[in-house]
């Protein structure tokens, strides 16, 4: 079933998601490493799925916990008997012998699941690309190629954490490929050679028309499948570059127009979200000859300014920079500029490649039910390895199955029709009471002091027992969203609001 996340943050804030997990060496009977980021990756059904029919961890002294990083810290015992004990019982279907339902296209050439890798240092070799590729990645945008001086700075990366260290949002000063336009072209080639089966996606950055109809025509006589063309990087050193041009539609239309009579392959333009709305620079690229548009780059930031030095991070000799942000955190406003492209009636038809914030299957999924044919990801990989596309793949793979989908392209717009840029669509003159979960709720009165200082006072909290009050509830669901255990729920009934 679709399930919220029932096993995973409090019992999971301690695991360190390692690779070659000491956990799996050390148990005889499964692979609790894998099970375990699975759980964290929100695919439950399959990691329950995947284990062994008979549950071996009774009675077992448990040498996973011992031999953890973090050794005591991790329930792994536990954790492994309620995907056993809770899980399995409820999975509606078994795991599906094959992912053919995940089979796609960008622009019309094959895909064999959505999940590409975006333009970034985690496609920026052939190594690199060849490891991501066996380990399951359909395709990668490889980092931006241009005939620019590039030189980095150290440090260039910084973020805002969880409780568990985990990356929440990422900042990077970081530009492109410092690779000259030859050696980028050999890694085609050979990329091309090896993996033929796998789409080479090759982003490129001209200084005027001509760099960008050369640098396109050269990727595709080297092998690459299609051409994105970088109109949104926050951290070129010049200006009149990057997110400079993707914020002037003229610019777009220009430099798209170039590449396109460069280019033998199709094109697709990548867009700033630095910007009020995206479709302006959308509509300019498909008059330049667009096949596609991706979305989005990374957000200009400035995050963690230090109370001692009082520079922000990262702090290079003691100056830092606005740079981009990325990570979990900015995919709503990801979804908020595919939704917007979604919805724009002149873009239809035109491939929409997704991207900002993508971490799990469900997050794909969300890109997907807004538009996107096709999805990317840097900031999960950088954080997490290669090895996410397995979760990636069999977590969509299992909900398709699930739902009765035969493939992608049956749910890609579908979550449109509900989303409205006007709050004037809501209905309003009835309110959904929360219902309280007693055999949940741990009295901790989160629920009671967040209606009482940010809400409509309507909870009391008598005797660690939150009780609500019907007349002053307005149902905004603060209480729901606050509960450390949800142990509230949207269900009850709903009622009229009384005339004015």
């Given at each position: 079933?679709?399930?919220?996340?029932?096993?995973?943050?409090?019992?999971?804030?301690?695991?360190?998601?390692?690779?070659?997990?000491?956990?799996?060496?050390?148990?005889?009977?499964?692979?609790?490493?894998?099970?375990?980021?699975?759980?964290?990756?929100?695919?439950?059904?399959?990691?329950?799925?995947?284990?062994?029919?008979?549950?071996?961890?009774?009675?077992?002294?448990?040498?996973?916990?011992?031999?953890?990083?973090?050794?005591?810290?991790?329930?792994?015992?536990?954790?492994?008997?309620?995907?056993?004990?809770?899980?399995?019982?409820?999975?509606?279907?078994?795991?599906?012998?094959?992912?053919?339902?995940?089979?796609?296209?960008?622009?019309?050439?094959?895909?064999?699941?959505?999940?590409?890798?975006?333009?970034?240092?985690?496609?920026?070799?052939?190594?690199?690309?060849?490891?991501?590729?066996?380990?399951?990645?359909?395709?990668?945008?490889?980092?931006?190629?241009?005939?620019?001086?590039?030189?980095?700075?150290?440090?260039?990366?910084?973020?805002?954490?969880?409780?568990?260290?985990?990356?929440?949002?990422?900042?990077?000063?970081?530009?492109?490929?410092?690779?000259?336009?030859?050696?980028?072209?050999?890694?085609?080639?050979?990329?091309?050679?090896?993996?033929?089966?796998?789409?080479?996606?090759?982003?490129?950055?001209?200084?005027?028309?001509?760099?960008?109809?050369?640098?396109?025509?050269?990727?595709?006589?080297?092998?690459?499948?299609?051409?994105?063309?970088?109109?949104?990087?926050?951290?070129?050193?010049?200006?009149?570059?990057?997110?400079?041009?993707?914020?002037?539609?003229?610019?777009?239309?220009?430099?798209?127009?170039?590449?396109?009579?460069?280019?033998?392959?199709?094109?697709?333009?990548?867009?700033?979200?630095?910007?009020?709305?995206?479709?302006?620079?959308?509509?300019?690229?498909?008059?330049?000859?667009?096949?596609?548009?991706?979305?989005?780059?990374?957000?200009?930031?400035?995050?963690?300014?230090?109370?001692?030095?009082?520079?922000?991070?990262?702090?290079?000799?003691?100056?830092?920079?606005?740079?981009?942000?990325?990570?979990?955190?900015?995919?709503?406003?990801?979804?908020?500029?595919?939704?917007?492209?979604?919805?724009?009636?002149?873009?239809?038809?035109?491939?929409?490649?997704?991207?900002?914030?993508?971490?799990?299957?469900?997050?794909?999924?969300?890109?997907?039910?807004?538009?996107?044919?096709?999805?990317?990801?840097?900031?999960?990989?950088?954080?997490?390895?290669?090895?996410?596309?397995?979760?990636?793949?069999?977590?969509?793979?299992?909900?398709?199955?699930q739902f009765g989908l035969s493939g992608i392209k049956d749910i890609v717009g579908a979550g449109l029709s509900s989303i409205s840029d006007s709050t004037?669509?809501?209905?309003?003159?009835?309110?959904?009471?929360?219902?309280?979960?007693?055999?949940?709720?741990?009295?901790?009165?989160?629920?009671?002091?967040?209606?009482?200082?940010?809400?409509?006072?309507?909870?009391?909290?008598?005797?660690?027992?939150?009780?609500?009050?019907?007349?002053?509830?307005?149902?905004?669901?603060?209480?729901?969203?606050?509960?450390?255990?949800?142990?509230?729920?949207?269900?009850?009934?709903?009622?009229?609001?009384?005339?004015?």
């Open positions: 079933m679709v399930r919220s996340r029932t096993v995973k943050r409090a019992d999971m804030i301690s695991c360190a998601l390692c690779g070659d997990a000491p956990c799996s060496a050390a148990c005889k009977f499964m692979d609790p490493g894998d099970a375990l980021r699975s759980i964290w990756f929100d695919n439950e059904d399959v990691a329950a799925l995947k284990l062994p029919e008979d549950n071996p961890c009774a009675g077992c002294p448990a040498p996973c916990e011992k031999s953890c990083v973090r050794a005591g810290k991790v329930p792994v015992k536990q954790l492994m008997t309620r995907l056993y004990d809770e899980v399995r019982n409820q999975v509606e279907i078994p795991i599906p012998e094959d992912e053919s339902r995940l089979r796609c296209d960008l622009c019309g050439i094959p895909l064999e699941n959505p999940f590409l890798l975006s333009s970034s240092v985690v496609a920026s070799t052939y190594d690199m690309c060849a490891r991501a590729f066996e380990a399951g990645w359909a395709g990668a945008c490889f980092k931006t190629i241009c005939s620019f001086d590039i030189h980095e700075a150290s440090p260039r990366f910084s973020a805002i954490t969880g409780d568990n260290g985990s990356i929440l949002g990422f900042k990077n000063v970081e530009q492109l490929s410092d690779h000259s336009v030859a050696e980028n072209m050999e890694i085609f080639r050979r990329l091309k050679a090896h993996y033929p089966s796998k789409f080479i996606l090759a982003s490129i950055m001209g200084q005027d028309e001509g760099e960008w109809e050369e640098l396109a025509g050269l990727c595709g006589e080297n092998g690459a499948d299609a051409v994105e063309l970088n109109f949104s990087c926050p951290n070129m050193q010049e200006d009149g570059l990057g997110s400079d041009i993707g914020q002037i539609p003229e610019l777009v239309e220009r430099y798209t127009a170039a590449a396109k009579r460069g280019a033998g392959i199709p094109v697709l333009a990548k867009l700033t979200p630095n910007v009020a709305e995206m479709s302006p620079a959308a509509e300019a690229a498909l008059r330049g000859g667009a096949d596609g548009i991706a979305a989005i780059n990374t957000i200009k930031s400035v995050i963690g300014v230090s109370p001692y030095t009082y520079v922000s991070a990262p702090a290079v000799k003691g100056k830092s920079a606005i740079g981009g942000y990325s990570g979990n955190a900015v995919k709503p406003i990801a979804l908020r500029f595919i939704t917007e492209l979604g919805q724009n009636e002149q873009l239809k038809g035109l491939h929409l490649s997704g991207m900002g914030g993508i971490e799990t299957w469900r997050d794909a999924l969300e890109f997907i039910l807004v538009g996107a044919g096709s999805l990317q990801v840097t900031t999960a990989v950088m954080q997490y390895g290669y090895r996410i596309i397995e979760d990636l793949c069999s977590g969509l793979n299992y909900y398709l199955a004037d669509v809501l209905e309003r003159d009835t309110v959904l009471f929360p219902r309280f979960d007693k055999e949940k709720c741990i009295g901790c009165g989160r629920c009671y002091i967040s209606c009482r200082d940010g809400g409509h006072q309507a909870i009391s909290f008598e005797d660690r027992i939150p009780k609500l009050d019907g007349s002053k509830c307005v149902g905004c669901h603060l209480c729901r969203l606050v509960c450390p255990e949800s142990a509230i729920s949207s269900a009850a009934k709903r009622i009229r609001r009384p005339a004015p």
